[in-house]
């Protein structure tokens, strides 16, 4: 049933969005917390691949370059409240380059939703949003590209 | 003189010979002592020399340099004429030791380690991998085919205390990329992994020791060069007769070429296509990696003898690839049936052979009339034939982000047989293994004819033949090697030199049919293996990276060997970077 209703999505969805690369000046050396966000009770997980090409998620959740995980929400969480919910990464200390937001849809937590609609926000430590962006996601894929931000 | 004086004398020599080559400029010896806690003399340690600064011109790798001590506990390197170099010591049941070198020697001190959890996290990961208890030897095979072969088990990424749910997500996410792990094994595993990691991390003394080091590797030099990054895969290698060393970054679309006498590297970008997908046109499945950036996937490398040009499998995109060195440029050939073009050899004839993984075929480019030629293989079953007839719509589903990565897959990976290496014996006859029904086979390329052999294990990966024409197979999760002799018929079997014995996962080997030696990669265990064929004698080599996943290996004229880290992904490895490595031994 499940994989005929992903049928159904797989064919009448579009390729997942994918926005303009987002420029973040006189970052390089400052600490960023990358946010997505989400409405509907759904597990999605983050996944930040930093300029030297190490992801943080979930199963990596410290980088060398010093990314970390922050904050998750999974289908606990979607049974608790009515959203929105979030995940977040820190970088303590932001490098020079591009950093890649991936978001995938890992599981559905007893809902029908087959498409998810998210935010992404980068924000310096003191809360100041320094971009944001709108993606979404197919059910049980990867957005490798939900968005991008390059860090000068 | 004694055997080891000599052995040192000609060790010496060799290196001596060899110091004048760093990055084809001048070079200093810089001879580093090492000494233990009381003062003595320690031998056998891995001394890696890291140049402290990058090498000056566009695309200059410095390379980095490693070497064993002998019994006075002395190690020369070789380094740039001037500036720092780093020094980083190794040794099993030692910690870790480093220091500067700015000079022509350096005196450091190992300090003895006690802590069984630090001795614990300095052993390779194939040492906690053995003892991971499933409690059924079938499914310990099972998830040692099914979820070693991208990275190493046993490694800190793998090892980490986590949640049922977050074993579940990592497992579904391993199929997307191509596991064929069974679905009971999928139910079983997450309560049995989060269990059997945590008891090991709770019990450190409980990781074996592997086996030490020998007197061979006063002898051997290791060089590493750093290429690609943290989102590259450096799959498959190559020695070309240019001398020139090539490797695949299978998920960056990168044929990086590398000169290892002057250490320059050139990064040649393959094309793609209008309306190529990220991730490939083949199910989509490397768009789950969220630092992908393919759209071809370069998978193997063979060079023609007629033209040098290089053949690569474009995996994902269902492409042979050839380049040509003397213009720099790619030529695009769209398979016209088939899908997934894996490991690729060119006979004696410059026909381009290839197995074809997930369509069930072996596959020949004829490069005088540029024709395919396509062999449907047999399937084990109806219901087989069945998904392998429906490919075409089941992968278009899959590019379309219909999860079919969910339907059931049962004990035997079925739909999915797996052609997988294949190589061109001196007789001309081509070669090919069937990783999932455990088989190899023949083609013979007069006849047409194919004829299969059932092999005694299970899970046959890579084969290369030898100047007699005897096949030499990896066991990838029995962790053995295996020959089979074409004139008997027959299939011999020998169990690895790693230990814990059994814990290697072999990914490939190859044949340096000049020397009789078989090469193979102890892709578990950070490692490259030598057997010599007459001797039937092993030494080990270990690799100066921990996490060192190799699943290739090529021979160069002079008996040296090329190797690369393929770990996917690539921050499995210790400091997150992929290389390049040679080997050189005595021979």
């Known amino acids: 049933m499940r994989l005929a209703a992903g049928l159904l999505i797989g064919c009448v969805l579009a390729m997942p969005a994918r926005a303009e690369v987002v420029s973040i000046a006189d970052a390089v050396g400052t600490s ?15 996944f930040l691949t930093d300029p030297p090409g190490e992801t943080v998620y979930f199963a990596n959740r410290l980088a060398k370059g010093g990314a970390v995980m922050g904050r998750e929400s999974g289908c606990a969480e979607a049974a608790q409240g009515d959203g929105p919910y979030s995940e977040t990464i820190r970088i303590p200390t932001a490098l020079s380059g591009r950093y890649r937001v991936s978001v995938d849809f890992i599981k559905d937590c007893g809902n029908t939703t087959l498409k998810a609609d998210l935010r992404v926000v980068v924000k310096s430590a003191d809360g100041t949003v320094l971009g944001r962006g709108k ?18 | 003189m004694n055997t080891w004086g000599g052995m040192k004398c000609a060790g010496l ?26 003062g003595q003399p320690v031998p056998l340690v891995m001394v890696t020399a890291v140049p402290a600064e990058a090498g000056g011109k566009d695309g200059m790798v410095m390379p980095e340099e490693t070497v064993f001590t002998g019994r006075d506990g002395v190690a020369l390197v070789t380094a740039p004429e001037s500036g720092a170099v780093n020094v980083r010591l190794r040794k099993s049941g030692f910690s870790d030791g480093e220091g500067t070198a700015t000079g022509t020697a350096v005196s450091l001190t190992l300090k003895k380690e006690t802590d069984p959890q630090a001795l614990a996290d300095n052993t390779p990961a194939n040492a906690w991998a053995a003892v991971i208890d499933l409690g059924d030897g079938n499914l310990k095979t099972h998830f040692r085919l099914q979820c070693a072969f991208c990275h190493q088990q046993g490694t800190p990424n793998t090892i980490a205390d986590r949640t049922e749910e977050e074993w579940e997500k990592i497992i579904d996410r391993m199929i997307r990329y191509g596991s064929r792990l069974r679905s009971s094994a999928q139910d079983e595993l997450p309560k049995l992994l989060k269990a059997e990691h945590k008891r090991l991390l709770a019990n ?22 750093t290429l690609g990054d943290s989102s590259s895969q450096l799959h498959d290698v190559f020695v070309a007769s240019t001398g020139l ?54 998978h193997s490398l063979a060079e023609s003898l007629v033209d040098n040009h290089l053949f690569l499998t474009g995996s994902d995109s ?6 040509a060195p003397e213009t720099q440029s790619f030529t695009l050939y769209d398979l016209p049936e088939g899908y997934y073009p894996h490991t690729v050899r060119i006979d004696q004839k410059d026909r381009v052979w290839f197995t074809m993984a997930v369509s069930n075929q072996v596959a020949m480019f004829d490069r005088t009339s540029n024709t395919f030629k396509f062999y449907d293989l047999p399937t084990r079953s109806l219901k087989e034939k069945a998904t392998i007839t429906a490919l075409p719509v089941i992968l278009k589903l899959a590019n379309w982000g219909v999860p079919i990565h969910k339907m059931p897959i049962d004990a035997e990976s079925g739909g999915l047989p797996l052609p997988y290496g294949i190589e061109i014996a001196p007789n001309g006859h081509v070669w090919f293994t069937r990783l999932h029904s455990d088989e190899i086979a023949r083609v013979n390329p007069d006849t047409d004819e194919v004829t299969f052999f059932k092999t005694p294990f299970v899970s046959p990966r890579r084969l290369r033949a030898d100047a007699d024409g005897n096949l030499w197979i990896t066991v990838f999760a029995e962790g053995r090697l295996a020959k089979f002799d074409p004139k008997t018929e027959t299939f011999t079997l020998y169990d ?35 057997f010599d064929i007459a001797k039937e004698e092993w030494k080990i080599f270990p690799l100066p990276r921990r996490r060192t996943f190799t699943r290739d290996v090529d021979i160069a004229e002079d008996g040296s060997i090329f190797t690369s880290n393929g770990s996917f992904p690539a921050w499995h490895i210790e400091d997150g970077q992929p290389t390049v490595i040679r080997i050189v031994t005595e021979n």
């Open chain 1, 32 to 46: 960023l917390i990358v946010e997505i966000a989400w409405n509907d009770p759904v597990d999605l997980d983050i």
């Open chain 1, 135 to 152: 993606s979404d996601v197919q059910y049980r894929n990867l957005n490798p590209v939900a968005w991008e931000f390059d860090v000068k």
């Open chain 2, 13 to 38: 020599l060799t290196l001596a010979m060899l110091a004048t080559d760093v990055a084809g400029l001048q070079a200093r010896e810089i001879a580093v002592t090492v000494v233990d806690d009381s």
């Open chain 2, 204 to 225: 450190p003394s409980l990781i074996p020791p592997v086996k030490a080091w020998e007197d061979h590797l006063t002898k051997a030099r290791i060089t590493e060069w």
């Open chain 2, 245 to 298: 060393v090539y490797a695949g970054d299978n998920l960056q679309d990168n044929l990086i070429e590398l000169d290892p006498e002057t250490n320059i590297s050139v990064v040649h970008k393959i094309p793609k296509r209008e309306g190529d997908k990220l991730g490939g046109n083949i199910g989509g499945r490397l768009k789950n990696y969220p630092g992908v950036g393919t759209y071809v996937g370069l």
């Open chain 2, 318 to 323: 269902s492409r042979l690839v050839e380049f």
């Open chain 2, 496 to 530: 690895l030199p790693t230990e814990p014995a059994g814990s290697e996962t072999p990914y490939s080997l190859n044949v340096d049919r000049k020397r009789g030696i078989v090469w193979i990669n102890g892709t578990a265990s950070d490692s490259m293996i030598r």
